[in-house]
């Protein structure tokens, strides 16, 4: 006998854990599927910190989703009883021709954020800690930050938990098919029934999205971490940095709890087949790479890697994500391809999904995120 379920949500990392929570929390009965085990190292949310930015450069229609990310961060923190988010600040790096300034102005302006603007002759008065090329300039936002990634999908889990729904781990989901009644959702040992899917696969998207062409790709990136000195940490108020360069975007962390500054490459890494194949060749450049970057541009820090971890990117060809409905199944939502830059957006994106499969419509205009290749 097969219980019927309001909503199933697949893949519980990032973005179903949140989706989880917002869909029980409105009371409907929910299941949530993971292929592994409760927060792993395999898909896209390990690596202990993400970013958070408000002035987003990437297209100021994620400012509105931002803010009222910060605010759910803020009360899944008090639900967890931990932090989550830090307002550490986010200080970006980059010569006076850069699209990156250019697109961070605009939000700021369009949204009145509060940026503080750093002009080249006063860069290293205002930021020591860095040495950049004469003409860079730099944009300072105070009230950015980082998260903790991990602690973050935890929480989501254990407030779904909370709000009554079931989650599975190490139930990997096989297909699912449509009927007159609902949805079937086929697992090895069991099919379950639901009246909703949401789709949060990860990497794993283009399997089970039946869709044909899926527009996406997985890329593996990878994130080292190097031994900083003495004072360039959080505690002491060093802020998250990024550095617009000929050679890619680079972003980092002070040190947090002595385990290293955090340091990678956004740009794309080496392209995949599958979210499962696993390729280590060139890891040993890209680490040596990153820490001749970082070493050059915050002095002191030692070029050689404590470690590195490898991490998977679902990229959309124009980096933007996908949330949408199903253009086959109405009863079945995508939310995948968040390129490298989604995890700040979780809790929203769980909300706004809840919304969407509850009422019909997000309350926050996502329009932009349609299916739309
Ligand atoms: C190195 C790195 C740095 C990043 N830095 C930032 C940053 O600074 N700021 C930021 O905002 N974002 C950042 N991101 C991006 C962010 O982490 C991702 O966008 C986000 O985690 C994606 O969430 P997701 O839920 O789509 O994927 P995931 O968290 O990977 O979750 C997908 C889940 O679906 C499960 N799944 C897949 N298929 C099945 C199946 N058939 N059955 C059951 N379960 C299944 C997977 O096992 C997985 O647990 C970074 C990502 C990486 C890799």
Known sequence: MRDKFDAIVIGLGSMGSAAAYHLARRGLSVLGLEQFDLVHTKGSHHGATRLIRKAYFEHPDYVPLIERASQLWGDLEEQAQRELLVQSGVVIFAPPESAVLAG????????????????????????PDFALPKDYEAIFEADSGFLHVEAGVRAHLDAAREEGAVLLDNKAVLAWNKHAQGIDVVCEDLTYCCKQLLLCAGAWSASLSDVEHFPIQVHRQIQAWFKGREGFDVKSGSPCFAFDLPQGFHYGFPDIDGSGIK???????????????????????????????????????????????ECLYTMTPDQHFIIDQHPEAEQVFLATGFSGHGYKFAPVIGEQLAELMCNGAPSIPMDFLKLRF
């Open 104 to 127: 961070v102005r605009h939000s700021a302006a369009l949204h009145e954020l509060p940026i503080e603007e750093v002009r080249a002759e006063l860069l290293a008065e205002r930021f």
């Open 263 to 309: 340091f990678a490459c956004h740009e794309k890494g080496l392209c995949l087949k599958s979210a499962d194949e696993r390729d280590a060749s060139g890891i040993d450049d890209e680490v040596k790479a990153l820490g001749g970057v970082l070493e050059k541009h915050v002095p002191g820090v030692s070029k050689a890697a404590l470690r590195a971890r």
